[in-house]
Nanobody, 120 residues
Framework: QVQLVESGGGLVQAGGSLRLSCVASGTFFSINRMGWYRQAPGKQRELVAVTTSGGTNYADSVKGRFTISRDNAKNTVTLQMRSLKPEDTADYYC???????????????WGQGTQVTVSS
């Protein structure tokens, strides 16, 4: 089985910083795309940042404030969040496209989510 486990969420004041981490565990052949999504109450889940072999992409709302990074040796992806705003409050989910075996299909996995609350 493959699992994505997030950590690092919490409560922070506006202007503060948080660092989210996600580690992929289990047996698999490779990890392609890794990224972070978020879902605020009453809203749809949205892409925050993604990293692939071709580079990184960010939602316009977080550009210049958030940084996504990846450690392939440790199968981890990290989201460094700075200058946080109340509108960043949401549940943050790690997502990874994983190939379980050679020439196998790519399957999208999700973490359980970690809550980020930014107070004004």
């Amino acid at each position: 089985q493959v699992q994505l486990v997030e950590s690092g969420g919490g409560l922070v004041q506006a202007g503060g910083s948080l660092r989210l981490s996600c580690v992929a565990s289990g047996t698999f052949f490779s990890i392609n795309r890794m990224g972070w999504y978020r879902q605020a109450p009453g809203k749809q889940r949205e892409l925050v940042a993604v990293t692939t072999s071709g580079g990184t992409n960010y939602a316009d709302s977080v550009k210049g404030r958030f940084t996504i990074s990846r450690d392939n040796a440790k199968n981890t992806v990290t989201l460094q969040m700075r200058s946080l705003k109340p509108e960043d409050t949401a549940d943050y989910y790690c997502n990874a496209d994983i190939v379980r075996w050679v020439a196998g299909p790519t399957i999208s996995y999700w973490g359980q989510g970690t809550q980020v609350t930014v107070s004004s």
